[in-house]
């Protein structure tokens, strides 16, 4: 029973050499097999539209209204932005700029912005609401927009409405003269020295 193992364990040991193989690589010839990467690539460049990206530049849309409420013009411009972020005081000189349509002064009445940053899940699944991406900016800041997918980088647009100046209910101060000041600080003083 000895000789039956030991000729096993022989018969083992020449298959286990049997599948040993020396290789001998030589490095300086070795290339990389990289057509699955170029594959992937061919077959990725149809989706690069939906990937998500942060915005470079925005769209302006100033809607000028006249007392009538009625629009009298519109006007497109592209504002570039840094980060994503339309700054502040680029916003306010914009605004500064724009004011004036047709010879009159018109105010800032409202600033929406659209922003869609619609996931591309909601976008296979129809899972979304227009509305959704539509806010009010309540104050004049930074306005942040969020990265959006590549194919709808044109939707997002910043709305600012000009509504025209009332004239009837402006109020003016009366202005004053030099020495009505003047005389006033005289009684000021007048009136303190009698104090003492």
Same mark, same amino acid.
Request: proline share 1%; aromatic share 12%.
């Given at each position: ?9 022989? !018969? /083992? ?12 690589? +030589? ?5 990389? =097999? +990289?057509?699955? #990467? ?43 932005? =840094? ?5 502040? +005081?680029?916003?306010? !000189?914009? #605004? ?20 869609? =940053? ?28 969020? =990265? ?5 980088? +044109? ?13 009837? /209910? #402006?109020? *003016? ?6 020495? *009505? ?16």
């Amino acid at each position: 029973m000895e000789n039956t193992i030991e000729k096993q364990i022989n !018969s /083992n040991e020449k298959q286990i050499n049997s599948n040993e193989i020396d290789i001998d690589i +030589d490095i300086n010839n070795l290339t990389l =097999d +990289d057509e699955w #990467i170029k594959k992937f690539y061919e077959q990725e460049k149809d989706y690069t539209y939906f990937y998500k990206e942060p915005i470079e530049c925005v769209k302006v849309l100033s809607i000028f209204i006249n007392n009538e409420n009625d629009i009298i013009r519109v006007s497109k411009n592209q504002i570039l932005l =840094d980060n994503s972020n339309l700054n502040k +005081d680029l916003l306010m !000189s914009f #605004i500064e700029k724009k004011r004036n349509c047709n010879g009159k002064k018109y105010k800032l009445y409202s600033i929406l912005k659209y922003n869609i =940053d619609i996931e591309p899940k909601e976008l296979l699944n129809n899972d979304y609401n227009n509305s959704q991406y539509l806010t009010e900016q309540k104050y004049i800041t930074n306005i942040e927009f969020k =990265d959006t997918i590549n194919f709808f980088n +044109d939707l997002n647009t910043l709305f600012l409405f000009f509504k025209e100046r009332n004239n009837k /209910n #402006i109020k *003016h101060k009366k202005t004053r003269s030099k020495k *009505h000041f003047l005389n006033i600080i005289k009684l000021n003083k007048k009136t303190r020295s009698k104090k003492c």
